[in-house]
């Protein structure tokens, strides 16, 4: 199916900024989905609130925008209720990680099999620029005219950590490679999570001054290496891209359907 | 006919109804004192290949339970006071997107932690109001188990029919109390199954186009039609807009659906009305109280009726100013500051003649309780 059947057209225009990498994300999400060859009408995206979570309004899948931080509670219920659907979840940094930080702790130490997409812009982009978790200390924000006092969360080390058994990180710049990992994390049976660093020019790129939407996806190219890559051993402090977690570990909806067994009677 | 006797709490009792009305999910988060709501879920439900979720907190659960609606599931999460704030944001959602879905707050003392093993019926409005913008809400309740049952299945037929969140507001001493139960047959009492949109494959569906009745048809999420769902104003298809027209239209919609049938959810117990001077308007646990009060009285030849109301919210302004014409005084008995008595005034002709007998210290207010008030309001002291 042609890339384009995905896509909601009648909801065009979209709402990003020229230059978003919103939309880089929402190309190698569906690329992925084509290449897995998943039938429309057995996807459910689930979103919160933010410029990333309108991601969900684009596409012809079963779609539902939700409350900011709260997709992820949202989407357990549908896949609870129904297990054989893919459940897709984008979601903002701020979304995932500041009011949704408990459900996502909680969907990853539950490992019920659905894909957390996070949308990395360091930035409150939808309430025009705020610090987020994953800010950083000293960068500049609305709320943060004089520089960030507060730390960021490592996104990976925090999803092992509570439990996710697919984690992968990759950049807006890596197009290829990130819709590949968006592949694997579809396929993976557990919950996965990807971490998509996602420039936004408007809020954190101009408030940052880190020039224009293409500088700031070639600061992805030399901000970050792959694991496991001649630049990563060269140089420590990058950020690595790559798959960091694949791991097996019973899944919440399998071991659910045991336990019904098991109450029922059922064998 | 084969009943099925109990001797159960209250809370059993509408988690027994839940399951009678085509429960087969619940998610929930344990608080005093509605936690036995969601035992005996955990217990049940994997027996009948349902699904009980303990989430991480009362957000997670009311979200669940909306997705797991959206999917076809008849739901229902149960909590008390602070779980029910917590849960405000999502009860506008499930208004918005027409989500149906039944929540039960067992209300316990408050503000905030306030008294968790004591009683009160503190959260009328927030039921009403609690949640932001403009919308009309369902919300139940009852004062007995037989009738904790009743009200509770009544719940999952309006959430149905208007497609919508209903809010059954119990109270510690309903919920707690151990008393008998007759559960009835199965369609003994007749339940209201999801309205399934007609059209088929590959036809536009229009999930948010109503029928000329207000009713929406479904589809199942994750079936043959893909919608879009959202908690922002939207058009028929489900896609965001600021349309003034649109938004107006949505609104009304919202309001209108449940106001205009306000009549068909009304419902009501009368004691002793047609020729008592004091009207007793009560409700939940206070209104055994007043009953008690009323019997007593009757046998010592003084007139009092009581009016129990079962469905607070959308409030039966008509029913209370006709059952009130001929009073000379109304009492309400409930266990706040007067929230039922602000409606009732705005309902009968004479507001100047409505009183409150209240308590509001977490104890139970008793037939001796009222009879005190009684006694002042009419002069006499005590
Ligand atoms: C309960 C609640 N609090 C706050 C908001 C306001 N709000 C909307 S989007 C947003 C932040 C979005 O940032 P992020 O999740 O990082 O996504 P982005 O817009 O950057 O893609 C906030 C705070 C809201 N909608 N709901
Ligand atoms: S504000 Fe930032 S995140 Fe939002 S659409 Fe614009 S560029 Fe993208």
Redo the contacts with the bound molecule.
Sequence with gaps: MAVRDYLRERFFPHMWCPGCG?GIVLNALLRAVEKLGIDKSDIVMVS??????RISGYVDFHTMHT???RALAFATGIKMSRPELTVLVP??????LA?GGNHFLHAARRNINMTAII?N?R?????GGQF?PLTGCGMFGTTAPYGNVDHDFDLVELSKAAGATFVARSTAYHVKELSGFIEKAISHKGFSVVEVMSQ?PTNFGRRNKLGTAVNMLETYKKQTAALDSKAAADSPDKIRRGIFAQTERPEYTSEYEKMIHMASGKS | MTQSLKFVQGNVACAEAALYSGLDFFAGYPITPSSEIMEFMANRLPRIGGKFLQMEDEIASICAIIGASLTGHKVMTATSGPGFSLMQ?ALGYAIMTEIPCVIVNVQRGGPSTGLPTHVSQGDVNQARYGTHGEHAIIALTASTNQDIFTMTVNAFNFAETYRTPVILLLDETTGHLRERLEVPDEGDIPTVGRLKTEVSQGVDYHPYLPREDGRLPMSDFGGVHRYNVTGLFHDMWGFPTENPKIVYGLIRHLVDKIDHYADHMTRWKEFYLDDAPTVLISYGAAARSALHLVENRRKRGENLGLLELQTLWPFPHALVREKCRNAQSVVVVEMNMGQILQQVKLAVHQPDRVFLANRIDGELITPTDIQNIIHVIHGKGV
Excluded: F, K, R
């Design positions: 919103h919160g609130i933010g410029c990333s979570a409350l900011h931080g979601m903002g940094d701020g979304d995932a009011i949308m812009n930035i409150y982009g939808m309430t987020s936004c | 944001e």
